[in-house]
Antibody
């Protein structure tokens, strides 16, 4: 069974940092492009970042470029998102998503940016 | 980057058929695969259609996807509507580097 379990969210002050993690199981993690997608409360889905299987192709939404860093550890079946210089508008549930063919979503981790 | 435009909401009665459109603003809808996700309240999205018209195992055949080059749009059709189909539906595609989501359509089954 495919499972994606996110962690690392929480309440952080503006300007602060968090590191989100996603533990993958039930599939060959190293064979899939992975994404982070976020959803602000009551809003739609917003793509944040993508990373290819070997980490050689990495892309970011303009809204997070320069502040967020995506990475992966294929040996540990894990995906990460380092988020710095947080703003109120970054408050959202962050989903780890397996790309290619049938996309599969984790349950999400909530990031709240507030003073 | 292009945009994907969906109707904000649609409603239909149980047992009927509903179609949700997703119109691409520039470039051909046929040039990149379209996915459709269902998101019930309080839950994560799940894939109901991938690669334009492919249905994951476990998704009932009441769900179907198509693309129409003449209108440059993709469509999700749900037949034999059930109350459990009430959810938000998002289309998604991609360009070379970015994943693009439609704004979502709230389906009400009443």
């Amino acid at each position: 069974e495919v499972q994606l379990v996110e962690s690392g969210g929480g309440l952080v002050k503006p300007g602060g940092s968090l590191r989100l993690s996603c533990a993958a199981s039930g599939f060959t993690f190293s064979s899939y492009t992975m994404h982070w997608v976020r959803q602000a409360p009551g809003k739609g889905l917003e793509w944040v970042s993508s990373i290819s299987t070997g980490s050689n192709n990495i892309h970011y939404a303009d809204s997070v470029k320069g502040r967020f860093t995506i990475s992966r550890d294929n040996a540990k079946n894990s995906l990460f998102l380092q988020i710095n210089s947080l703003r109120a508008e970054d408050s959202a549930v962050y989903f780890c998503v397996r790309g290619q063919l049938e996309y599969f979503w984790g349950q999400g981790t909530l990031v709240t940016v507030s003073s | 980057n292009f945009m994907l435009t969906q109707p904000h909401s649609v409603s239909e009665s149980p047992g009927k058929t509903v179609t949700i459109s997703c119109t691409r603003s520039s470039g051909s809808i046929a040039s990149d695969f379209v996915q459709w996700f269902q998101q019930r309240p309080g839950s994560s999205p799940t894939t109901v259609i991938y690669e334009d018209n492919q249905r994951p195992s476990g998704v009932p055949d009441r769900f179907s996807g198509s693309i129409d080059s003449s209108s440059n749009s993709a469509s999700l059709t749900i037949s034999g509507l059930k109350t459990e189909d009430e959810a938000d539906y998002y289309c998604q595609s991609y360009d070379n580097t970015n994943q693009i989501f439609g704004g979502g359509t709230k389906l009400t089954v009443l």
